[in-house]
Each structure stands twice: as structure tokens, then as C-alpha cells.
């Protein structure tokens, strides 16, 4: 919005000729990170006050660790204070004709309107199971299915040429675009992309459940995948980032860094509030939206693959679900009584029954998070 609005007045006098840093996608990204954190801490106090005499407070579940339970009736729901903040400032920064920036936008506002069903459910009936898994996955993947599916399958003047002439094309980790890809038919990279951008939101999803554990690395994934997105897609003097690093050529992400940028402030801002011991919590409406939107960076940006290391913290945390439900039904038909791998699932309950301090937990994760966005990062010179 406000680089539509403001961009063209640059020619109208010449001391409005400063606006022409409008046009620069850093500048841009930066302003759409301060503006989403400033937006978060003018509106948190309220916001919270607000879910708070409204009685929107955490159900905890029974059989989680006792220090849980001092948590039961923090305000929730907070995921709709960043969903906010983080669209507004897109919004207001991003190039309008963008329709990278407005696909994101779609999945994450739609995740969160699922996120929000969740929520909504599990307060008003007090049941911390909420809306049952199956109908989420259906959500999640009908809208994962049309913008997926447009993004694969869709022609026209609002897909950039680059983008269709490369889209079947996958990118793999630590090597040279050009020579070492996959190409996949349209119909199987439909498929994957499907599970890229369902699987991640599940998996931020599952990791939320500390004060502070799940924001920390979608910060930190958002900062890598805006770095990503501009050397992709920014040409700075005809010098071309892209070829130069033997990334995908495509110009149209360059965008993406102001979402990303917006994640990071919104992030950020709601942060400052959901630090431990936490004001607020995110809920549902903010993990699998946040999920969502680092799903479609993943996808957009070509590093579906590296996603994997990038948020191994979310990967570890679902996994550890998956390995700890099949292993209690697998013993459970072959002798009668369940057992478990973990003492609690997700993994990070399971270092708390072993001892840990909540803090503790959240910040060796932090540091894990950070150590693999590094290694992430490597790759753009590794190839």
C-alpha cells in the first residue's frame, strides 16, 4: 500500500526524491519487520487485557508436566495479534503486483482461520483436544491444494515467466543449480509441495508448547529464508546474485523478503510478550499460520529439501510424535500394552519429565536453531 501510494510521487518534485528508496527491497524488508514489531508492542498490552476479560485462557492437558499447570487460563489465542501485525505490514511495504507475496498471505491468513477453529473449540468446551486432527488436515490441505496447485498447474500474466519456466524444477542442498537438479512431473511436485507447506505447519504446531520454544526458530528461519529470497531474486547494478551463486533465476522472489521481514517483526513483538513465563500464548491460530507461511517460503524460494535442516528443530519435535505413537500401537497389537521410546511426546516434554528447566529447554533449542540456520546458510556458498 505504501509503496504503491508513495513510489510515484518521487517524480512530482525533486525534494520528494527520496521516495525512490521505496523501490529497494531491503529497505522495504526492514521497514516491514520495525513496522509489525512496533505495531506488537503499541497493541500486546491491550490485546492481552482484552483475552484476558474475555476469559480465552490456556486448557492444559492432564497428563503433561506439572509445572503446566500454573499455565491453565494464560491468555491464548495471541496467533491473531501476529497474524495482524504480520499481514498489515506486508501489506503496506510489499509490491502489490506481487503474487508470490499474496499466495503466502492466502495460506498463512487460511491456516490461521483454522488455527482459530482449533482454539476456539478447545475453550469453549474446555477440552485441550479441540477440533479433531482429521478436520485440520482437511483444512490444511484444501487450501494447501489451490495455491499449490495454481502455483504448478496455473498460466497467465500474474505468474512470472521465470517462475513457470522453473517450477518443476528442484532445487538440491549444497549443489550448483544449473547442473545438479531434479525435474519432476507437475502432478508429483503438486504432491510434494503439498506436504512441504502441510507437513511444516503441523510441525511448528507441535513445537509450540513452551514459552517461547516455537517463535524463537520461526524467527530464525524467517531471517535465513528473507536472505534467501533477496539474493535469488534481487539484481543489484545488472549483477545478477543468482547466477553468481547458482541459485534458481527467479526474480519475482526478491519480493518474498518483505514477508519474511514481516514474520520477523511480528515474531519479534509477540516475543517480548510470550517470553518465559509467558503473558500470552500463541494458540493454534498463530503456530499453524507461522507453520503455513515458512512452508511457502520453503516452496517458493526452491529450498524445499533444505527446509529440512533449516527447521530440523520442527522436523525433530514432529518426528518424535510420529516415532512415539507408532512405536505405543505397535506394542500395543503385538503384546497387549503399550510402550513408549520418549517419556512425553513432543520431544521437548520429554526433557522437562527428565529434569530440565523450561528455560533451559527453550534456549539450547534456540541454539540449536540458530547453529542449523548457519549450516543452512553455507549452502549458498557450498555448491
Given at each position: 500500500?505504501?509503496?504503491?501510494?508513495?513510489?510515484?510521487?518521487?517524480?512530482?518534485?525533486?525534494?520528494?526524491?527520496?521516495?525512490?528508496?521505496?523501490?529497494?527491497?531491503?529497505?522495504?524488508?526492514?521497514?516491514?519487520?520495525?513496522?509489525?514489531?512496533?505495531?506488537?508492542?503499541?497493541?500486546?498490552?491491550?490485546?492481552?487485557?482484552?483475552?484476558?476479560?474475555?476469559?480465552?485462557?490456556?486448557?492444559?492437558?492432564?497428563?503433561?508436566?506439572?509445572?503446566?499447570?500454573?499455565?491453565?487460563?494464560?491468555?491464548?489465542?495471541?496467533?491473531?495479534?501476529?497474524?495482524?501485525?504480520?499481514?498489515?505490514?506486508?501489506?503496506?511495504?510489499?509490491?502489490?503486483?506481487?503474487?508470490?507475496?499474496?499466495?503466502?498471505?492466502?495460506?498463512?491468513?487460511?491456516?490461521?482461520?483454522?488455527?482459530?477453529?482449533?482454539?476456539?473449540?478447545?475453550?469453549?468446551?474446555?477440552?485441550?483436544?479441540?477440533?479433531?486432527?482429521?478436520?485440520?488436515?482437511?483444512?490444511?490441505?484444501?487450501?494447501?491444494?489451490?495455491?499449490?496447485?495454481?502455483?504448478?498447474?496455473?498460466?497467465?500474466?500474474?505468474?512470472?515467466?521465470?517462475?513457470?519456466?522453473?517450477?518443476?524444477?528442484?532445487?538440491?542442498?549444497?549443489?550448483?543449480?544449473?547442473?545438479?537438479?531434479?525435474?519432476?512431473?507437475?502432478?508429483?511436485?503438486?504432491?510434494?509441495?503439498?506436504?512441504?507447506?502441510?507437513?511444516?505447519?503441523?510441525?511448528?504446531?507441535?513445537?509450540?508448547?513452551?514459552?517461547?520454544?516455537?517463535?524463537?526458530?520461526?524467527?530464525?528461519?524467517?531471517?535465513?529464508?528473507?536472505?534467501?529470497?533477496?539474493?535469488?531474486?534481487?539484481?543489484?547494478?545488472?549483477?545478477?546474485?543468482?547466477?553468481?551463486?547458482?541459485?534458481?533465476?527467479?526474480?519475482?522472489?526478491?519480493e518474498l523478503a518483505v514477508f519474511a521481514g514481516a514474520i520477523i517483526g511480528s515474531g519479534i513483538g509477540f516475543l517480548?510478550?510470550?517470553?518465559?513465563?509467558?503473558?500470552?500464548?500463541?494458540?493454534?491460530?498463530?503456530?499453524?499460520?507461522?507453520?503455513?507461511?515458512?512452508?511457502?517460503?520453503?516452496?517458493?524460494?526452491?529450498?524445499?529439501?533444505?527446509?529440512?535442516?533449516?527447521?530440523?528443530?520442527?522436523?525433530?519435535?514432529?518426528?518424535?510424535?510420529?516415532?512415539q505413537t507408532s512405536y505405543f500401537k505397535l506394542t500395543k497389537w503385538r503384546t497387549g500394552t503399550g510402550k513408549r521410546?520418549?517419556?512425553?511426546?513432543?520431544?521437548?516434554?520429554?526433557?522437562?519429565?527428565?529434569?530440565?528447566?523450561?528455560?533451559?529447554?527453550?534456549?539450547?533449542?534456540?541454539?540449536?536453531?540458530?547453529?542449523?540456520?548457519?549450516?543452512?546458510?553455507?549452502?549458498?556458498?557450498?555448491?
Open positions: 500500500m505504501i509503496y504503491q501510494l508513495l513510489y510515484p510521487l518521487r517524480t512530482w518534485a525533486s525534494w520528494l526524491g527520496w521516495l525512490n528508496v521505496l523501490r529497494y527491497v531491503p529497505f522495504r524488508a526492514i521497514m516491514a519487520t520495525i513496522t509489525a514489531m512496533l505495531m506488537s508492542f503499541a497493541l500486546g498490552p491491550w490485546f492481552i487485557r482484552q483475552l484476558a476479560a474475555k476469559q480465552i485462557g490456556q486448557v492444559v492437558r492432564g497428563d503433561g508436566p506439572e509445572t503446566h499447570l500454573a499455565k491453565r487460563g494464560t491468555p491464548t489465542m495471541g496467533g491473531s495479534l501476529i497474524l495482524f501485525t504480520l499481514t498489515l505490514s506486508t501489506v503496506f511495504w510489499a509490491d502489490p503486483h506481487n503474487s508470490f507475496v499474496w499466495l503466502s498471505l492466502i495460506v498463512t491468513v487460511s491456516y490461521g482461520v483454522v488455527g482459530f477453529l482449533d482454539d476456539y473449540l478447545k475453550i469453549r468446551f474446555k477440552n485441550p483436544a479441540g477440533l479433531a486432527g482429521r478436520y485440520k488436515l482437511v483444512g490444511q490441505s484444501l487450501v494447501a491444494a489451490l495455491v499449490v496447485g495454481y502455483l504448478f498447474f496455473g498460466e497467465g500474466a500474474w505468474l512470472p515467466r521465470d517462475w513457470i519456466e522453473y517450477r518443476h524444477h528442484l532445487a538440491l542442498p549444497f549443489a550448483g543449480f544449473q547442473k545438479h537438479h531434479l525435474v519432476l512431473p507437475a502432478a508429483a511436485y503438486f504432491v510434494f509441495g503439498m506436504l512441504v507447506v502441510v507437513g511444516t505447519s503441523n510441525a511448528v504446531n507441535l513445537t509450540d508448547g513452551l514459552d517461547g520454544l516455537a517463535i524463537g526458530p520461526v524467527i530464525i528461519n524467517a531471517a535465513t529464508y528473507l536472505i534467501f529470497a533477496y539474493v535469488t531474486g534481487v539484481t543489484i547494478a545488472r549483477f545478477e546474485l543468482a547466477a553468481y551463486l547458482d541459485l534458481p533465476p527467479l526474480r519475482s522472489t526478491g517480548w510478550y510470550n517470553t518465559y513465563p509467558a503473558q500470552v500464548f500463541m494458540g493454534d491460530v498463530g503456530a499453524l499460520a507461522l507453520g503455513g507461511s515458512l512452508g511457502m517460503l520453503a516452496l517458493i524460494t526452491k529450498n524445499e529439501f533444505l527446509s529440512v535442516l533449516l527447521g530440523g528443530i520442527f522436523v525433530v519435535e514432529a518426528v518424535s510424535v510420529i516415532v521410546i520418549f517419556l512425553m511426546a513432543p520431544i521437548h516434554h520429554h526433557f522437562e519429565k527428565k529434569g530440565w528447566a523450561e528455560p533451559k529447554v527453550i534456549v539450547r533449542f534456540w541454539i540449536i536453531a540458530i547453529l542449523l540456520a548457519l549450516i543452512s546458510l553455507s549452502n549458498l556458498k557450498l555448491r
